[in-house]
């Protein structure tokens, strides 16, 4: 257990955040946050009943007019406070996401800037939701086309980024005009809950933010959907979950945006860097101990260096030091609980089964705490379940090829569409490749491409819409056309 900076209600809010108060319950229901390093609770937190679910509706909705009607300028220095606030505080913040979600503080401290980056973009874009004029092709009126404030935007974000999924929403949405309630991950909800006193500080009017942590994720969110006051959805998950949303979504016609899972492939081929693309890779794999809707999920070497690249990869992911995310020295941290490290192992196992090779790691190490080593595998049979499914662990699956255009289908062979990564020496292929690969981003010779500047988001079943750049704030207006005569 890391005593010293284990959160306590005096420390972190652990209470439900509805209408700018501080809040139990309904029903007095509460429930554990866990310490994936140790497996030890480290805190309880209020868990929101439908009921909880409705007056944070009531209160998004009270909030609306005003925060919609306030000057975009004053909108934007709010977001430019709340990005001011949690750069001062990134290191409690990011010793917060360690605590209850496991990764590195390194990690940790990168997610909290990125989070509040978020906030600092759209404090920008606020300013800039220009509409358009232009005369009607027959000449007889003008088409003006404003964008206003869709609404009460209901935000439902997954434990992997605590920090930077909620300020990718909240960032946007605040930007627009729009009230939001927020419905953090179960694994993580005290990041949400700290942000929500953060941005209280910043001067977030009451019922502006509201956020619900709850066990009863389907239940809670469910009856949100069902409420007409509700006009968005941002999602950030599972596909799966993600499915059941859209479902949800549509009787009162929601308008959804869904960032979902990915499968993304890594493609090196025989004129690449290897020193960047083992750099690269570590990146794409690595960060977040591999828990990331981003990671690189299959790797595509060609044949002529394979070797050269596994070889390399292995001693990198051998210099791995594995343990609490807080300890001196740790790169590599737990996963966030039991069933992501059991589902991890189990894939490794059948794809060795079926004929893969174990370079290094692949086995659950003995003692407490979710871990699992950084693994790498080669000769994955084409066809396991290792490369169609996430792995959302520290494993590297590698898998040969000849041809560009073979590695080009192999890549687009997932009903995942969210990121790839190339590496090749040559820009006319780099540009070809990255223009056939079926995914809403592309790595070309980089091994990250996050940025709060930048559209993010998937095609195919990935998701639908864009966060951050200006496509972002746009997922939180409704175009309106007035047709003119003057
Ligand atoms: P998840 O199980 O889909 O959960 C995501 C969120 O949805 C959590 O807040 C969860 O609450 C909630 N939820 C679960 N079931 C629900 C239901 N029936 N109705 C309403 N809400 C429900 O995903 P996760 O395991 O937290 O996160 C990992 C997934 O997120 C991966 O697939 C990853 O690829 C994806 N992801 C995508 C992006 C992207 O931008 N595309 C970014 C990060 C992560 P509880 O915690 O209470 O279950
Ligand atoms: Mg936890």
């Not at 439900?16 to 609770?41: H, K, R």
């Not at 968005?232 to 308008?255: D, H, M, W, Y």
């Not at 997932?414 to 990255?434: F, H, K, M, P, Q």
Request: glycine share 10%; with cysteine.
């Amino acid at each position: 257990m890391i005593a010293t900076s284990a959160p306590t209600s005096a420390s972190v809010p652990t209470e439900l955040y509805i209408g700018g108060q501080w809040l139990p319950a309904s029903d007095g229901s509460v429930m554990t946050v866990v310490d994936p390093s140790t497996g030890d609770e480290i805190a309880s937190v209020a868990s929101a009943s439908e009921d909880d679910a409705v007056a944070a509706v009531d209160a998004a909705s009270a909030a609306l007019p005003a925060w919609a009607a306030t000057p975009p300028r004053e909108r934007g220095e709010v977001l430019r406070r709340a990005f001011d606030l949690m750069t001062q505080r990134a290191d409690d913040l990011a010793r917060l996401i360690v605590l209850e979600n496991g990764k590195t503080l390194t990690d940790a401290r990168g997610e909290i800037a990125y989070a509040a980056e978020f906030f600092r973009w759209f404090s920008e874009e606020a300013v800039r939701i220009n509409g358009t004029v232009q005369t009607a092709p027959s000449g007889a009126n003008r088409i003006l086309v404003v964008h206003q404030p869709i609404g009460v935007s209901v935000l439902v974000t997954p434990w992997n980024f605590p920090a930077a999924m909620a300020t990718r929403k909240i960032g946007p949405a605040l930007a627009a005009g729009c009230t939001v309630v927020l419905k953090p991950a179960s694994e993580t909800p005290l990041t949400a809950l700290a942000l929500a006193g953060l941005l209280c500080e910043a001067g977030v009017p009451d019922g502006v933010v509201n956020v619900l942590p709850s066990r009863r994720s389907g239940a809670v969110v469910g009856r949100m959907l069902t409420d007409r006051r509700v006009r968005k959805l941002s999602f950030t998950g599972s596909t799966e979950v993600g499915r059941t949303l859209l479902a949800a979504a549509a009787p009162a016609v929601i308008s959804c945006s869904m960032e979902l899972g990915g499968n993304a492939p890594f493609l090196v081929f025989e004129d690449a860097d290897l020193d960047a693309a083992v750099e690269g890779a570590m990146i794409a794999k690595m960060r977040n101990g591999g828990e990331a809707c981003t990671a690189a999920n299959r790797f595509y070497v060609h044949a002529s260096v394979a070797a050269e690249f596994g070889e390399r990869l292995v001693t990198a992911m051998s210099r791995l030091r594995m343990g609490s995310g807080l300890a001196d020295g740790v790169t590599l941290g737990p996963l966030v609980n039991a069933e992501a490290r059991d589902k991890v192992a189990s894939l490794v196992d059948a794809a060795v089964a079926e004929g893969a090779r174990v370079l290094v790691g692949g086995a659950v190490p003995a003692g407490a705490g979710f871990f699992y080593p950084a693994t790498v595998l080669s000769d994955v049979a084409p066809g396991s379940a290792i490369l169609a499914q996430e792995i959302f662990g520290p494993v590297a699956p590698l898998v040969t090829f000849t041809e560009e255009a073979e590695a080009v289908a192999l890549a687009n062979d997932s009903e995942y569409g969210l990121v790839s990564y190339v590496y090749t020496r040559d820009l006319a292929r780099a540009l070809r490749v990255g223009e056939a690969l079926e995914s809403g981003m592309v790595g070309v010779n980089r091994g990250i491409v996050s940025d709060p500047a930048a559209p993010f988001g998937g095609v195919k079943q990935s998701g639908l819409g864009r966060e951050g750049g200006h496509d972002g704030i746009l997922e939180y207006t409704e175009s309106k056309y007035l047709a003119v005569t003057w």
